[in-house]
């Protein structure tokens, strides 16, 4: 049954869904995250082709991720399907969902452990929120750049110092971006420049730089940050950084990109 003040999927939502009636029409489902309202699985979305039998595809218990067709309020239906759900979309959503799950999980331990009211905790969130995407997010850059990065939030010792606790103990997605420069310089002191433009491109906030010399002219660049995008984000400035310095010494400057390489899982 759906109130008025019931919060609704979207349609054209992708949404989590626990199959809890079957019949020959369809299968009947509750939302999980829209505190367990009812929605319709037709037999026509839940498969392309005719539909023999509705239990070859859905079980009773089953959780489904399903696609919202339709929502009518005034009639309190929502039509859902299953079919019509790429294998991309629904691993997405598993993924969110997880990444949800994990989420709270941290709340959770962080209003045990600093041993604060839901009230606290839910502002916390919301702190949290009101600078990162996500919770996950924000304990990710703290955990990589130190609890500093917080410093503006205003929080209480107690909670950094727990923060600080649960960050230690997280393991680290990251990705390596890797590539060799060639780089030359014809002055009389061109070794002691480029190891100064070398020196100065390691010193980044963003990412984790490592140049490492492999026989001249050749350096092999590695970047490790959180994700690919980020990534790439921080390479760009610092491989402008040395090409403009490089040459600004009339020196001569060539990157080439090798494999990137994932490191890790969060």
Known sequence: M??????????????????????????????????????????????????????????????????????????????????????????????????FEKEQGILKNIQEKSKLTTKQIEDLEDKFLSKYDSVYDAMLNIAIKGSGEIEDLKLQKKVITTIEDICSKMKLPSVELRGILEISNNQSNGVELIQKTLKDAENTEDAKIEIT???????????????????????????????KNVKKQSGVYNFTREESIKTGEG
Do not use: C
């Not at 367990?36 to 089953?62: C, D, T």
């Not at 001249?216 to 950084?241: G, M």
């Open 2 to 99: 759906v109130s008025d003040t019931q919060e609704l999927p979207e349609t054209g939502e992708i949404v989590i869904a626990t199959v809890t009636k079957i019949s020959d029409h369809g299968a009947y489902v509750t939302l999980d995250e829209y505190n367990k309202i009812q929605g319709f699985l037709h037999v026509s979305e839940i498969a392309p082709g005719w539909v023999r039998k509705v239990n070859k595809y859905v079980r009773e218990g089953e959780k489904k991720v399903l696609l919202v067709k339709k929502v009518e309020r005034g009639r309190k239906e929502i039509d859902l399907s299953l079919k019509q759900i790429s294998k991309d979309q629904r691993k997405k959503k598993l993924l969110d969902v997880k990444r």
């Open 213 to 243: 010399y492999l026989g001249a002219p050749k350096y092999r660049l590695s970047l490790v940050s959180q994700d690919f995008k980020t990534a790439e984000k921080s390479l760009k400035p610092i491989l402008e950084k040395i090409e």
